[in-house]
């Protein structure tokens, strides 16, 4: 779990720095659309849109587009595609599951684009329920750490039912089911604890623990699938420990 918590923060990271930005904020939009078509165009009132709005921002999206997107899902404005949501199910190198969640406009380029980039990079693509009986849905907030301490982050959230706080060297990681993510970010800004970020996440309940060069292998098979404009989240049940995180950013 904190192997894979640790590679998304990592991998952020990255993506701040790189031509990955435009992926990025095309994603991010898209989410927001979505998510205002879904729960209405007020982010006071829709708590997801709220979330993604924070998300966008955190990736530097104009605020000019992320206030266009929230109105053409809306329909404040006109415009706007008709998404569909697809995950995709898998396994990668070294027998690792993925679940990938797709946006798009085109079953077929979707199905397209996720199948080329799995075969290109060592992967197969499986039936549906093949891998997705060993996720669960999960409720997740990062704080940065500052000057707090885990039994800060613990003691804020502890009765608004989070599962765990995770300590992911520059911030804490609340765990919490879908259900109470509400009420943990509420507990965090009733305790004066800034949200950095607020989503949810797919967690593996069996996971493969890989070394720097199966590592390698799959990030190179994560980014592919990344790089396809149709595919929003890609999860995976690899294990990475600190020591191959960290051969990985050298």
């Given at each position: 779990m904190a192997g894979h918590s640790k590679w998304a923060t990592t991998k952020h990271k990255k993506a701040a720095n790189d031509a990955k930005r435009s992926k990025e904020w095309a994603k991010a939009i898209k989410a927001i659309e979505v998510a205002a078509r879904i729960g209405g165009g007020d982010p006071a009132g829709n708590p997801t849109l709220d979330d993604m709005i924070r998300k966008a921002k955190k990736a530097s999206v104009p605020n000019d587009n992320i206030e266009r997107a929230r109105k053409r899902g809306a329909g404040e404005e006109a415009g706007g595609s008709d998404w569909e949501n697809i995950t995709y199910e898998g396994y990668g190198p070294n027998g690792v599951?993925?679940?990938?969640?797709?946006?798009?406009?085109?079953?077929?380029?979707?199905?397209?684009?996720?199948?080329?980039?799995?075969?290109?990079?060592?992967?197969?693509?499986?039936?549906?329920?093949?891998?997705?009986?060993?996720?669960?849905?999960t409720g997740v907030v990062l704080v940065d750490k500052g000057e707090l301490?885990?039994?800060?982050?613990?003691?804020?959230?502890?009765?608004?039912?989070?599962?765990?706080?995770?300590?992911?060297?520059?911030?804490?990681?609340?765990?919490?089911?879908?259900?109470?993510?509400?009420?943990?970010?509420?507990?965090?800004?009733?305790?004066?604890?800034?949200?950095?970020?607020?989503?949810?996440?797919?967690?593996?309940?069996?996971?493969?623990?890989?070394?720097?060069?199966?590592?390698k292998k799959m990030i190179k098979l994560i980014e592919a699938l990344e790089d396809a404009d149709d595919v929003q989240e890609v999860y995976t049940n690899m294990d990475l420990s600190d020591e191959v995180i960290a051969a990985l950013e050298d």
């Open positions: 599951a993925i679940l990938i969640e797709c946006l798009t406009d085109n079953r077929n380029r979707a199905a397209t684009e996720v199948r080329t980039a799995m075969t290109k990079n060592g992967g197969n693509l499986g039936e549906s329920g093949s891998v997705s009986y060993m996720f669960s849905r301490t885990e039994d800060d982050v613990l003691m804020a959230v502890l009765d608004a039912g989070a599962e765990e706080v995770n300590d992911l060297d520059e911030k804490f990681e609340v765990v919490c089911a879908p259900t109470d993510l509400q009420a943990v970010k509420k507990a965090l800004e009733e305790a004066d604890i800034t949200v950095d970020e607020a989503g949810q996440d797919f967690r593996a309940s069996v996971e493969v623990s890989l070394d720097v060069e199966g590592a």
